[in-house]
């Protein structure tokens, strides 16, 4: 007989056990959600950390947009600190100066330059000893080396078209430099982080009293890489600058041919050339020799007109390496020189280029084109003109620095819009003369094309 009231005694107890069963899961689930380390608080947790890491993603990418920034408009980048750092430099030494800052008179400071401790004091300034360094010359794409050393004069040969430049070493140095303070009672702080570069390039002749007084260079914004600022950052970052083996040479004219233009025809837009025995490129105004020589590289490197920085600097090497003060065709032409004398390759009149010349003869065409007889003082040279072999117009590997051609340069006159002309007068003997390359021996400037004025590149990355 099937019994009823065991059947209901079976299913109240297995409901008691149920509701049991279920009131111990929603205590666990209760605490589990809310309690102290429960779904809630952890979720909030984990909201706060990732709101957190957020924001120092966001200021860390801010600070890196500043940054690249700051390089794409050519600012030194530094480290910002507790307190500001002054410096000033020379080749041999920097110079740290604290600014006024809430530390007191027991502060001790410890100088730093590229993360190395140069000292502790409690003094607010100090002078380090530095030494600059060279760096072996870099060869451009589409150049080979050619001959020559770095002490004598590295040559480099494009590969493509002949020109040739010579490799002009600047030792040079790039220094970060810092300050940490401790105070009385242990806490420490640090300064900004100033990062600089520095190199031998000057204007300042070191082998004379005599000085640029009365000129002075537009060096430009340093993101132009034509300006003379890029110029000179290129050489503190490479230790060096290539300079034009020759004077500005005019395409397609070799010395001893028939003229490809006539005098008048020369002040115009072209590519010049860098290379032995051409005429060099004269009858040119400043404006059209300057944009033709940035014109020659814009690629890996930069070509342009030669700067005061790039010329004193070469001469310095130059009288450093050679003891001379003497740089290319300074004495009158002598001896039997027909062969090496451009005005075969430059004159239209006469037919002269097809003469075979003497001494005699140099007087009576000079006279013909130039209406006095200056002489043969007064004739121009190919580039690289070895007169009777000796080699007397080229120094470490460049020639003509002095004498010969004029060559324009970037640099401007204080008192006028004119232009430097430097290095030589083919019609004035007495204005070559490149060591006292100063406002008192040599003030010849201008705009215009001249006979005897024509220029010459550099080449810098």
Known sequence: MYNKKHERGITLLALIVTVIVLIILASVTIGLIVGDNGIINKSQNAADEYEKVSQNEVASLEESTDEIRNILNGVNVSAEGDFDIDISYTTETISV?????????????????????????????????????????????????????????YVIKDTSNGNEFVW?????????????????????????????????????????????TDWYENEGDVTDKKSVAYFKKSVAENAGFYMGRYEMGMPGQKSGEAPVLDIDERN??????????????TNIDYSKAKDNLESMYNGEVQSAMMNS???????????????????????????????????????????????SFTLDDYEDAWYIINGWAGGVSGMLLETCADI???????????????????????????????HRITGGNCTNYSLAHPIVDSNVSFVTYGLNAEFYTSSRPILYK
């Not at 303070?181 to 570069?197: F, L, M, N, V, Y």
């Not at 115009?268 to 860098?274: D, K």
């Not at 003891?323 to 451009?342: A, D, K, P, Q, S």
Request: overall charge negative.
């Open 97 to 153: 100066k604290i600014n006024e800052n809430n530390l007191n008179d027991n502060t001790e400071y410890e100088y730093f330059v590229n993360k190395e401790s140069k000292g502790k004091t409690k003094e607010k300034e100090m002078t380090i000893n530095i030494n600059l360094q060279n760096k072996n010359p870099y060869i451009p794409e589409g150049f080979e080396y050619y001959e020559g050393d770095i002490n004598t004069g």
């Open 168 to 212: 002009v070493p600047m030792k040079s140095g790039k220094f970060n430099v810092y300050v940490e303070a401790t105070t009385e009672d242990g806490k420490k702080s640090k300064s900004d982080e100033k990062e600089i570069q520095i190199s031998e390039l000057t204007r300042e002749p070191k082998y004379t009293d005599l000085r640029y």
């Open 309 to 355: 920085y790039a010329r004193v600097s070469t001469l310095n090497w130059i009288h450093e390496t050679s003891g001379i003060n003497y740089f290319g065709n300074y004495e009158n032409v002598t001896g039997n020189t027909e062969e090496h004398l451009y005005v075969k390759g430059h004159f239209e009149k006469q037919d002269l280029y097809e003469k």
């Open 268 to 281: 115009i837009t072209g590519v010049p050339v860098c290379i032995p025995r051409v005429i060099p490129w």
């Open 388 to 418: 009777q072999g000796g080699n007397r117009f080229v120094n470490n590997n460049i020639y003509d620095l002095g004498g010969n051609a004029g060559e324009w340069m970037t640099e401007i006159y204080i008192s006028g819009n004119g």
